[in-house]
């Protein structure tokens, strides 16, 4: 058995990008090569790994399956180990972790939705964009029905969740049945009554926040047409630099500009892009939307915006916010409540913002920096946080635990009665679905029920 000098035994709270990366840049780090033994247990607190990739991706993402195909050969690796179905702060505490292991990284992302802050918030018909996502993906966290009889959408937001909500709500139920949606989401597709969806943004074209790959393929899908009003192309100083500086922001530009200025498509559903109008009300009766008010603005010559006066009432009869995920806190961990991180010097879980170190406990990803940024951001974060941890670990720093036998972790949570599943596990409930997908000639169909996966994951049980 290895010693505490020879060997670094790290656990990873989270299953998504954030904690694949860190795990596996410790494992081929320069003190792995060096002949430190490094081992990593994910524990990850659905029975299902991924995280976000999983559960917060439209499933007509088709690239998301290179991801998907990069993290698993990390998990394939024996030097890394899952342990899901496993809540920790819940199952198993913060401080019992700390007691099996000589460090803990938590990554942890955010599934929860940023608040809009505006009057009739509480109306019945207006969502958040994570509650919509989780049903759509089969997050079992997430309602299993959805009202769809709302004939005209508002979404606000000008990102890449905007495009994807708007985008599956524009579709036809068949569209996506190709897909791995689950028999409950197409069944609640299909009885879908959306004709017309509005997306907005407060600024212009050149502050918007979508990928301009997905921005192009929106407008691919036989029954949507996107539009966007020719008055809304606009750019002062700072957005024209802006399109100078960036490719990506010229990209978002000009597929805009192309939309703008096209002739009529003459699909079924109507897609509406509007910029310069920032959220004022959701308007309601008997508790229920009945529309949405939004003020004019224009630009300020720096890329921000000034307000008009000038109003706006949109007939819809449901509101999407897609504002922003927010991060929820972890039992046992500092929480930055107003920034819903964890506060961290970019690595290091600290007491509270700006205060001391908490010695052996990490943050990367979405819980340590917020829901910004992309697949690079997320890898240079888990290098930032790696290494100050392997730089611990070399100045003696750690307090490294005397319980060195992977074994140990396992015997605790049977003791608690937590079915932990595994990797191969994953492998079992992977084969299962793909199964489901065969018999309908689709390459998957996800299971649902979170009792489900776990007996999908023990092929000794029955489902």
């Known amino acids: 058995m290895s010693t505490p000098q020879d060997s670094l035994r790290v656990a990873v709270v989270g299953s998504g990008p954030a904690g694949i990366y860190a795990s596996d840049l410790l494992i081929k780090s320069d003190l792995a090569q060096s002949g430190v033994d490094v ?24 690239r998301i399956k290179g991801i998907v195909k990069s993290l698993h050969n990390v998990m394939d690796k024996p030097e890394i180990r ?35 802050n505006i009057p009739g918030a509480e109306l019945d018909g207006h969502h958040g964009a994570a509650e919509f996502v ?7 966290d997430f309602t299993r029905d959805w009202d769809l009889t709302a004939e005209k959408i508002a979404i606000v937001g ?73 008055e809304d192309i606009d750019y002062d100083e700072a957005s024209e630099q802006a ?41 309601g009766e008997d508790g229920k939307v009945t529309g949405f008010i939004t003020e004019r603005t224009e630009l300020d010559g720096n890329g921000g915006v000034t307000t008009t006066g000038e109003t706006t009432t949109w007939d819809v009869q449901a509101v999407y916010r897609a504002v922003g995920y927010r991060s929820d806190a972890v039992n046992g961990v500092p929480f930055d409540d107003y920034k819903a991180v964890i506060p961290n010097d970019e690595g290091h879980v600290l007491t509270e913002p700006g205060g001391d170190i908490v010695p052996g406990l990490y943050a990367t990803g979405w819980i340590k920096r917020g829901p910004v940024g992309l697949i690079g951001n997320t890898k240079s974060d888990a290098k930032d946080t790696t290494t100050m941890l392997i ?43 793909r199964a489901l997908g065969e018999a309908e000639g689709r390459e998957r169909k996800k299971v649902v029920e979170w009792n489900d996966m776990v007996a999908a994951s023990h092929p000794e049980y029955e489902i």
């Open 39 to 62: 081992k990593v247990d994910i524990f990850e607190r659905m029975p299902a790994p991924f995280g976000l990739i999983r559960y917060g991706v439209a499933p007509d993402h088709p």
């Open 82 to 116: 899952l342990l899901g179905n496993v809540d920790v702060g819940t199952d198993i505490t913060v401080e019992e972790l700390q007691e099996y292991y000589d460090a803990v990284i938590f990554a942890t992302g955010a599934v929860a939705d940023r608040d809009l």
């Open 134 to 140: 989780g049903f759509y993906d089969g997050n079992p």
């Open 158 to 230: 000008v990102g890449n969740v905007a495009l994807d909500i708007a985008r599956v709500l524009a579709k036809t139920a068949d569209e996506l049945h190709v897909t791995e949606i689950p028999d409950n989401v197409y069944e609640n597709l299909g009885r879908s009554a959306a004709k017309e969806i509005h997306i907005f943004g407060r600024r212009g074209p050149a502050q918007a926040k979508f990928s301009p790959l997905e921005l192009k393929e929106l407008d691919h899908s036989p029954t949507i047409e996107v539009i966007v009003d020719p």
């Open 243 to 283: 399109r100078r500086d960036s490719k990506s922001v010229d990209l978002i530009c000009q597929t805009l500009e192309g939309y703008a200025m096209r002739d009529p498509k003459g699909a079924p559903h109507k897609l509406f892009i509007h910029f310069f109008e920032s959220p004022v009300e959701i308007t």
């Open 391 to 433: 730089d611990d670990f070399r100045n003696g720093s750690l307090k490294l635990t005397d319980k060195r036998d992977p074994q140990d972790i396992l015997d605790l949570l049977a003791s608690k009665n937590v079915s932990a599943t595994t990797w191969e596990g994953w492998h079992n409930l992977d084969a299962h679905e």
